[in-house]
Each structure stands twice: as structure tokens, then as C-alpha cells.
């Protein structure tokens, strides 16, 4: 697996519940902001992504939730890429707390999609590497 890329998130008011806890599905906003940020640090642009007729698709995604997250609480999300061979990769993501803490394991099934054919392409690992300015941080 790749070393984690990690970017900082600070628990808005408005994105908690009832509780006063972090709202679940918010989580994998967080998720998600992590996974284009990493993209975007490695020189990958979904505009680059559009050209090339690719698009990442999340095929399963799995959340494990640790302790709470209240507004203003600053957190770090971090995302790392696990090459599993074929079609399809891993991305293990956790987002914790300035103190350490771990709030959230996110675990995720992922490939690359052929916009045209709609079909995964067969080795994304060579898309990632070809397109990236810095294949490293998907751990190439």
C-alpha cells in the first residue's frame, strides 16, 4: 500500500446532527475530498481524467466508526492506495483527530472506468502511473 496522502478538515456546524456528532454520510464527503486532493497533489485533473476517457468509480465502500466528531474539531483524513492486481484497488482511508485519535476507518473497493466502453480497464495501475506527475503518492 502506498504511504498516506493526508489532507486537514475542520467539523463544520452545520454538517453535524441532531447529537451534535458529525452526520454520518459527511464522513464520506471527507473521503472524497481526500481521494481528489490526493489526485490533484499527483497532477491528475478530472479534466485530465476526461481526456484520457477514464473515471474512477467506487464499486463498495465500508466505514468503521470510532468515536464522535463535533463541530470545529480538526481532523486529518488521510488515503492510501492498495494495488490488489486486475481491474480493481484498494483505498484504505482514516480520519482522525489532532490528538491521534482514529474517529473513522473507510475502507474502499475502486477501479478505473473506460467512459466509452464502460468497462473497468484492465490494469489501472498503468493509467495512474502514465498520468501522474508523481506516481509515488498512489505508492508507484
Known sequence: MSEPFSVPVTVRGYETDVQGHLNQAVYLSYAEHARWSLLQAAGISQSTLLGKGVGPVALETGIRYRREL??????????GFEWTGGKTFRIRQTVRKADGTVAAEIDGLAGLMDLKARKL???????????????????L
Not at 70 to 79: I, L, M, P, R
Not at 121 to 139: C, I, K
Open 121 to 139: 480497464v484492465p490494469d489501472p495501475r498503468e493509467y495512474f502511473r502514465a498520468l501522474a506527475s508523481d506516481p509515488a503518492l498512489f505508492g
Open 70 to 79: 463535533f463541530a470545529g474539531d480538526e481532523v486529518e483524513v488521510t488515503c
